[in-house]
């Protein structure tokens, strides 16, 4: 979403590991040829900054393969082509990105059968600008009033509204024709902020402005929303279901990371964990078939339908468990239910000795 040269981080460089490809079953359980599916969009598509990267993709695309189209293709056996990129605008679907890159629209035909995407939010870098103008005017009041909405104004949601609407919809009738039988969806953004209070420093933005940058993303939402049903495309609202998981939560919780005290170097984008709920619910609104069932309907649906498509996913690292290596179910994994809508958080083994030994480090010597 908001631009990675903006944002002057980098990813760690680890070992990549290749995606596997499983047939696709119909309802019935009948195996048909897989979905061919183009994961398209910016770094919240991309996963930017979560591990493990992703080895063909471009070193500046900074993609990952716990990116929410890696898990859709692993649990529907859909065969993936990824093209997401981290700082992907809508011009980029027509003219490269970076040298050496084709446009987005490229990897589309008459033959693509599935398109998801987000995309809009780094359109005349709207959304980044608000992000760090706003940040900056916070530490110059320490979190009080509301500097950034005295200053700018309706400044960020005129821009949304008269010029990435329009791009948006220009982007997606140009996506329906150069693939005119695929389904097309685009997902709305994971919500950054509560509706108020805050967390500053963790999210260095004034008590006063918290409510002002909401509102900047709910225009931004609702814009690909309008542009989404101008064009026929399915739209995945992330709202709701990201409501609660802001990145002023605790680890674990949060769906989006803080700009301080995060896990994430690319801050202010998605963990592992939103990443996952990201597909989950582009499923459950698709109504896609889980790879060895049937349609999925409820995010809870996802991983009992699925046969092991999508694995536990770490909350904290990302890891998704190995079932040669963890076990199927993982039983060393910490595991907490979220409620029949949300499904499960899982902390890997190695992840909740690690919690584990930072308690113990906190507690007073009398304990031992």
Known sequence: MPRLTKLAVTAASLAAVAGVAFAATTASGATSAPLNYVGMGDSYSAASGNVPPDPSAAPQCLRSTVNYPHLIAAT????????TCGGAQTKDYFSSQYQGLAPQLDALSSKTQLITMTIGGNDSNVFIDSIVECGVAGATTA?????????YGSSFDNTINHTTYPS?????????AK?????????????????????????PVASGDVPYLDDIQAT?????KRAAAATGTTYVDATKISQGHDACQAEGVRYVEPVIGGTNPVIVHPT??????????????LHLHCRGGGPARRRADVLT???GGMRETCSVCGRQADPQVDGDPPLAWSAEPIGDAE??????AQCTREHVRAIEAKLDPHWW
């Open 179 to 203: 693939a005119p039988h695929a389904r097309v969806a685009i997902l709305g953004y994971l919500q950054i902020l509560p509706k108020s209070g805050g967390c500053y420093p963790q999210m």
């Open 220 to 224: 931004l939402n609702s814009a690909v």
């Open 143 to 151: 979190g009080q009033g509301s500097p950034c909405k005295d200053r």
């Open 168 to 176: 948006l919809v220009k982007t997606l009738q140009a996506v329906h």
């Open 343 to 348: 499904g499960t958080r899982w902390v890997c």
């Open 76 to 83: 529907t056996g859909a065969k993936l082509t990824d093209v």
């Open 305 to 307: 339908c699925c046969n």
């Open 272 to 285: 592992a964990l939103g990443e996952s709920t990201l597909a989950q619910l582009t499923i459950t609104t």
